[in-house]
């Protein structure tokens, strides 16, 4: 089993930067795709960013290229989320996931991760 804890959200104003930590504990991370989710009110779960095993390859919504940085730091068990230039629509609740298994790519598809993090909440005000 792992279990993942996010830290870092809060409230910020519109083009203030936040980053956001998952770190894992139970098992090492270091071979499983890793990703992360927001959910805001009324709305679907949505996959913002995703990294691979190795942190080579990397995935980003169209809303948040440029803008949000996703890594990993092996060593820590530990996944990031630089998140820069902040909006309004992008107030939600952050969480990280990690899939179950050892794969070499990156997962795009919700069902595919296996383990959750309870969530941050971040707000962006205007």
């Known amino acids: 089993q792992v279990q993942l804890v996010e830290s870092g959200g809060g409230l910020v104003q519109a083009g203030d930067s936040l980053r956001l930590s998952c770190a894992a504990s139970g098992r090492t991370i270091s071979n499983y795709a890793m990703g992360w989710f927001r959910q805001a009110p009324g709305k679907e779960r949505e996959l913002v960013a995703a990294?691979?095993?190795?942190?080579?390859?990397?995935y980003y919504e169209d809303s948040v290229k440029g803008r949000f940085t996703i890594s990993r730091d092996t060593a820590k068990n530990t996944m990031y989320l630089q998140m820069n230039s902040l909006k309004l629509e992008d107030t939600a609740v952050y969480h990280c996931?990690?899939?179950?298994?050892?794969?070499?790519?990156?997962?795009?598809?919700?069902?595919?991760?296996?383990?959750w993090g309870q969530g941050t909440q971040v707000t962006v005000s205007s």
């Open positions: 996931a990690a899939q179950g298994r050892p794969y070499r790519g990156i997962r795009l598809v919700r069902s595919d991760y296996d383990y």
């Open positions: 990294i691979d095993w190795s942190g080579g390859a990397t």
